[in-house]
């Protein structure tokens, strides 16, 4: 497809400042880093290349094996951030940590393979593309020995993608890919940085049609630690969809809180259900227990999902529900009494009880953010 790179004339030494930056996002990937390592300075000699491990404080003292590594000591670096989470903010700020003029981005776990990067590197230096993508989905690109399910959530995936990327993109997932800086610095200021897709990320938030090309590689088996694709990315994932939407006019947290609410009261109504219907407790009574129930349950959710970047755990887990129903006793108080009132009133009883859903909602939200999850949101 194209001749690679073309070698420079004067020699590479330690010195030479660096050309190209590999950013590489990890989280426990002790065991992995010195193979990737080695597998760079194989393919990339002669040029004069830079890589920046950014670690998220990984227990397994991932970040302290990057630091210890013996070989190419003046390309290796390690960014290490404490009490942080994200591989989209981790592959941001890594390329913001460099000076290069090309910045690829890849796992760190050896699934990408780095045969390609002097192709990509070809690419962009020849000024034909300002991005180049590591692709599964082109010919001579596979994912290998996926099973049937992985391969079907991520064809779905991959539809979704095209809702952000351009149809021509054939992998719009992947999270291989290099780009010359002036993208970055176009798109820098307007990427959602929500979980794990920084491509799709960079081509909603450039504003223009980005010139690309994609380069075939074979996604490779894991050999030691772990996938972190939760099925919580799923849910990253469809927050990030949403923020490049419609983020413009609604924060995505409040829809996060929203959706969160609106199952509290499916589990509000169903408690209410069998409390009052069912056991015969007394309406308000009923209401009191249900709002209790649905209180706990906003507040589990919204840890696991709306304030994943900042989730408590632990005691901490503890506390900040005493904070929380601190903080939304007030709302309460507000949801029981408006439904009594209306209640009082003669209102249906799920109608009353809406009534008062919505009265407390408008203030746990406003509350919560400030006193519950308030710690910055992205430093
Ligand atoms: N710093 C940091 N912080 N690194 C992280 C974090 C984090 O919170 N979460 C994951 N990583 C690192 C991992 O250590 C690994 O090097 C890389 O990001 C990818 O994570 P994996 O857990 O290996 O993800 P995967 O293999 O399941 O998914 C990859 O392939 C997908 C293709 O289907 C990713 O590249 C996805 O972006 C890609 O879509
Ligand atoms: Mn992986």
Not at 72 to 94: F, K, M, N
Not at 231 to 238: F, G, H, N, R
Not at 266 to 294: D, K, M, P
Request: charged share 20%; net charge positive; proline share 4%.
């Amino acid at each position: 497809m194209n001749a690679g790179p073309v070698r420079v004339a004067h020699p590479i030494d330690e010195n030479s400042a660096p050309e190209l930056c590999i950013v590489v996002p990890v989280f426990n990937e002790r065991d992995n880093v010195r193979a990737l390592v080695m597998e760079l300075a194989a393919v990339l000699d002669g040029l004069a290349w830079e890589v920046i491990f950014v670690d998220d404080d990984s227990p397994d003292g991932t970040a302290q094996a990057v630091r210890e590594l013996d070989l190419y000591r003046a390309r290796v670096r390690c960014l290490q951030r404490i009490g942080r989470r994200g591989l989209s903010t981790a592959c941001t700020e890594g390329m913001l940590a460099s000076s290069a003029p090309f910045l690829a981005v890849m796992d760190g776990d050896l699934q990408h393979d780095p045969k390609i990067l002097p192709a990509m590197l070809g690419l962009l230096r020849g000024g034909e593309v300002e991005l180049a993508v590591g692709s599964r989905y082109v010919e001579g690109g596979s994912t290998a020995d996926w099973n049937s399910r992985r391969r079907a959530v991520s064809r779905l995936a991959t539809r979704l993608g095209h809702v952000l990327a351009p149809d021509e993109l054939r992998d719009p997932m992947s999270g291989f890919f290099m780009l010359r800086r002036s993208l970055l610095e176009q798109s820098v200021r307007n990427l959602s940085s929500l979980g794990f897709k920084i491509l799709l990320d960079i081509f909603a938030s450039c504003g223009r049609p980005i010139v690309f090309r994609e380069v075939p590689y074979v996604f490779r088996t894991r050999r030691a630690g772990v996938s972190k694709l939760d099925s919580l990315v799923a849910w990253e994932y469809l927050m990030l969809l949403a923020d490049k939407l419609v983020g413009r006019w609604v924060p995505v947290r409040f829809i996060a809180f929203a959706a969160v609410g609106a199952a509290g009261v499916a589990v509000h109504l169903s408690v209410l259900n069998v409390s009052y219907r069912a056991l015969g407790a007394a309406f308000v009574t009923a209401q009191g227990i249900a709002t209790g129930v649905s209180i706990v349950f906003n507040y589990a959710l919204n840890n696991l999902l709306t304030y994943r970047d900042k989730r408590r755990r632990g005691l901490h887990w503890l506390t900040g529900l005493v904070s929380f129903v601190a903080a939304c006793s007030i709302g309460a108080v507000a949801n029981v009494s408006v439904a009594a009132y209306l209640f009082d009133r003669h209102l249906p009883w799920v109608i009353a009880a809406l009534g008062g859903i919505t009265a407390g909602a408008v203030w746990n939200y406003a509350i919560s953010s400030v006193y519950t999850w308030n710690s910055p949101k992205r430093s």
